[in-house]
């Protein structure tokens, strides 16, 4: 075992979005600041070069703090008040100055112009090391302690650090990072996955993989207790696409960060009910059925979608789901089979048996309760001198750049207190 023996101002443990953003901000700061940033893997960095499909979608085009903050189903109060610091706007001119050139999509989804995310790894690294900070890799660190001196860190290979603040930027998920911060007393909220696809088997979405439809997506069937004691609906709107193992695409991720920790508790079996035309109710669909029947009597109703609203192989599978035969024509069905049908389109349930077969979960829901950090620094308020930014924090959002500007805004404020 050996000891370092200057100790470091602010030691940053790992090396990623949001460990290398507090280092940088930290160093600007203060210049003369002794900063060590310890990593555990080899290549530092590693989420931000896979992000985006190795595009990296660095923030989301909002500038709202109001607006943004709505879309992180956890720490959404406590980003409000901290866009006020530091927002996308901030994000996208930080890397603008730094030489990164930028696109916005359509949609708000802001990306390098190179398209690639070894632009924004470049600008991370280039910057912390012209800025003077250190970085180690391959130094899980499995211990911290604290005491009036300071702190004092231990990796995986028995190496000892000690500093005088530290920053925990462990992202989610990783068990031996929750208990660095569990062993000074913090409380952890139990990590599951956000951000995931449905495994529906149901013969109704056979042969429709590749579909894309707007529509209306709920978790229906009583999820978890908590859920179904709460009574809250967890709705929400967008396209939908139908794979070869379920669903898929914005509606169905957006389901799954604000449901994560029901589709947990309910180990991802339930019921989501689809509501095809989100514009309808059972009623106001019942009623437009009533009139087709009566304008066009002895078409086929498998063959004719009134509203030409939904594909055609989708409007003949949901039919088919509803009983309807391909040979029966309008006038053959009773107001009860055209409720029954119109149920089934604006409230149709389908059972999810599980996550989606690859490995797509993209954040984690739980982390570092934020009850217990103050928002105007990310410092500790059980542990004076220690800081918490990004993913390891309960703080989780919806894909389009979300997560990361959480990571840049939190980073940010913990970095400017730091260097105070
Ligand atoms: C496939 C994929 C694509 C994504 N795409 C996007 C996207 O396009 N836009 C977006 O906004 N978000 C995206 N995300 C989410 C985003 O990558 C994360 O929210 C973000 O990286 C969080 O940053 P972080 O620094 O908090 O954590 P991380 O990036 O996870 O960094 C934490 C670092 O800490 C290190 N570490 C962990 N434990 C220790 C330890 N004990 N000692 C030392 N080091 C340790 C890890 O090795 C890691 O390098 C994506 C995620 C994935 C998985």
Same mark, same amino acid.
């Given at each position: 075992?050996?000891?370092?023996?200057?100790p470091?101002?602010?030691?940053?443990?790992?090396?990623g979005?949001?460990?290398? &953003?507090? +280092?940088?901000?930290?160093?600007r700061?203060?210049p003369?600041?002794n900063i060590?940033?310890?990593?555990r893997?080899?290549?530092?960095?590693g989420?931000?070069r896979?992000?985006?499909?190795g595009?990296?979608?660095?923030?989301?085009?909002?500038f709202? *703090?109001?607006?943004?903050?709505?879309?992180? *189903?956890?720490?959404?109060?406590?980003?409000?008040a901290?866009?006020?610091? &530091?927002q996308?706007? /901030?994000?996208?001119r930080?890397?603008?100055?730094r030489?990164?050139?930028?696109?916005?999509?359509? $949609?708000?989804?802001?990306?390098?112009?190179?398209? /690639?995310s070894?632009?924004?790894?470049?600008?991370?690294?280039?910057?912390a090391?012209?800025?003077?900070?250190?970085?180690?890799?391959?130094?899980g660190i =499995?211990?911290?302690?604290?005491?009036?001196?300071?702190f =004092?860190l231990? $990796?995986?290979?028995?190496?000892?650090y000690?500093?005088?603040?530290?920053?925990?930027?462990?992202?989610g998920?990783?068990?031996?990072?929750?208990?660095? %911060?569990? #062993?000074l007393?913090?409380?952890?909220? !139990?990590p599951v996955?956000?951000?995931f696809?449905?495994?529906?088997?149901?013969p =109704?979405?056979?042969g429709?993989?590749g579909i894309?439809?707007?529509i209306?997506?709920?978790?229906a %069937?009583? !999820?978890?207790? +908590?859920?179904?004691?709460?009574?809250?609906?967890?709705?929400?709107?967008?396209p939908?696409?139908?794979?070869?193992?379920g669903?898929?695409?914005?509606?169905?991720?957006?389901?799954?960060?604000w449901?994560?920790? /029901?589709?947990?508790?309910?180990?991802y079996?339930? #019921?989501?009910?689809?509501?095809?035309?989100?514009?309808?109710?059972?009623?106001?669909?019942l009623?437009?059925?009533l009139?087709?029947?009566?304008?066009? *009597? =002895?078409?086929?109703?498998?063959t004719?979608?009134?509203?030409?609203?939904l594909?055609?192989?989708l409007?003949?599978?949901l039919?088919a789901?509803?009983?309807?035969?391909?040979?029966?024509?309008?006038?053959?069905?009773?107001n009860?089979?055209?409720?029954?049908?119109?149920?089934?389109?604006?409230?149709g349930?389908?059972?999810?048996?599980g996550?989606?077969?690859?490995?797509?979960e993209?954040?984690?829901c739980?982390?570092?309760?934020?009850?217990?950090v103050?928002?105007?620094?990310m410092e500790?308020?059980?542990v004076?001198?220690?800081y918490f %930014?990004?993913?390891?924090? $309960?703080? $989780?959002?919806?894909? #389009?750049?979300?997560n990361?500007?959480?990571?840049?805004t939190t980073?940010?404020l913990?970095?400017m207190?730091? %260097?105070?």
């Open positions: 075992m050996s000891t370092q023996s200057n470091f101002d602010l030691i940053i443990v790992g090396g979005a949001a460990g290398f &953003f507090a +280092a940088a901000t930290a160093a700061a203060h003369g600041l060590l940033i310890l990593e893997s080899e290549r530092p960095l989420k931000v896979i992000s985006g499909g595009r990296c979608n660095l923030t989301h085009a909002c709202d *703090p109001q607006e943004m903050s709505a879309s992180y *189903p956890r720490g959404s109060k406590e980003l409000r901290a866009f006020e610091h &530091f996308p706007r /901030d994000t996208m930080w890397f603008e100055k030489g990164v050139e930028m696109y916005t999509q359509e $949609d708000g989804c802001v990306f390098p112009l190179s398209d /690639d070894q632009t924004i790894i470049d600008c991370l690294m280039g910057e090391e012209q800025l003077g900070v250190r970085l180690y890799t391959g130094c =499995r211990s911290l302690q604290h005491n009036e001196a300071g =004092r231990e $990796d995986k290979n028995g190496k000892v000690s500093a005088t603040k530290v920053l925990l930027a462990v992202g998920g990783s068990k031996s990072a929750y208990a660095l %911060a569990a #062993g007393g913090h409380t952890i909220l !139990p996955p956000s951000l696809t449905f495994s529906v088997p149901d =109704r979405l056979q429709l993989a894309v439809v707007d209306e997506l709920s978790l %069937a009583n !999820p978890s207790k +908590a859920w179904e004691h709460s009574k809250r609906k967890i709705s929400v709107e967008g939908l696409l139908i794979t070869h193992w669903l898929s695409g914005p509606a169905v991720l957006k389901l799954s960060a449901g994560a920790r /029901d589709l947990a508790d309910c180990g079996k339930c #019921g989501v009910q689809i509501n095809w035309l989100p514009d309808e109710t059972v009623e106001t669909l009623a437009e059925l009139a087709v029947r009566a304008a066009v *009597p =002895r078409q086929h109703a498998l004719h979608d009134p509203s030409a609203r594909p055609v192989r409007w003949k599978s039919l789901g509803a009983g309807i035969q391909e040979s029966e024509a309008w006038n053959e069905l009773s009860k089979r055209l409720r029954i049908l119109a149920e089934h389109l604006t409230r349930i389908f059972h999810v048996q996550k989606g077969p690859y490995k797509d993209f954040v984690t739980g982390g570092v309760s934020l009850k217990e103050n928002f105007k620094t500790s308020r059980l004076s001198g220690l %930014a990004g993913e390891f924090l $309960d703080i $989780d959002g919806l894909t #389009g750049g979300y990361f500007q959480a990571a840049w980073a940010w913990a970095g207190a730091m %260097a105070g």
